[in-house]
């Protein structure tokens, strides 16, 4: 086992490796969260569901990343339902309309694959999914945000309060 020292104290590689993957994921909280109404030109509140990915590793946003949103149909399967590419600031509006997205079982799902191996790096995982109930309880906007490295990633949802 590696360890590290720093500052007389000993942390083992798997240890410190964690805390940087929380710290990374805090502050994705931290950003969605923090994120105004109104983003790069647009306003978020009229997209009922939108995407945010960043790189951990370059610490950007992950641009060119194609997402494709799937239902869950009533015999188990999943159905397409929507797709896009993140923009330079990594993010992707308008995947669907208030009418549209409806009460359901969801997918989303990241090709992560694309991205690193277009950086030259060989990751892990092809896909990096988010699998959600939405609008049980009332009409809510979405935003699921991803932060990507070639081995890991985490994620977050920031969802608004229903709407009457």
Excluded at 35 to 52: E, N, Q, T, W, Y
Excluded at 91 to 97: A, R, S, V
Aim: proline fraction near 4%; glycine fraction near 6%.
């Amino acid at each position: 086992q590696l360890l590290v020292a720093y500052r007389g104290l000993q942390i083992s590689h798997a240890m410190a490796s964690s805390s940087l993957l929380l710290v990374c994921l805090a502050g994705v909280v931290y950003l969605a969260g923090a994120a105004p109404l109104v983003s790069h030109g647009s306003i978020d509140s009229k997209c009922p569901l939108m995407v945010k990915v960043l790189d951990a590793v370059r610490g950007s946003p992950a641009t060119s990343i194609v997402v494709r949103v799937f239902k869950k149909a009533e015999d188990g399967s999943w159905k397409d339902f929507a797709n896009g590419k993140t923009n330079e600031f990594g993010e992707i509006h308008e995947l669907t309309t208030d009418e549209q997205f409806v009460e359901g079982l969801y997918k989303v799902q990241f090709d992560t694959s694309s991205y690193w191996k277009a950086l030259g790096i060989s990751p892990f995982h092809e896909f990096a999914d988010v699998v959600f109930v939405a609008n049980d309880s009332g009409h809510r906007h979405y935003t699921i945000a991803a932060l990507l490295s070639p081995f890991s990633y985490s994620t977050t949802a920031v969802v608004s309060d229903p709407k009457e």
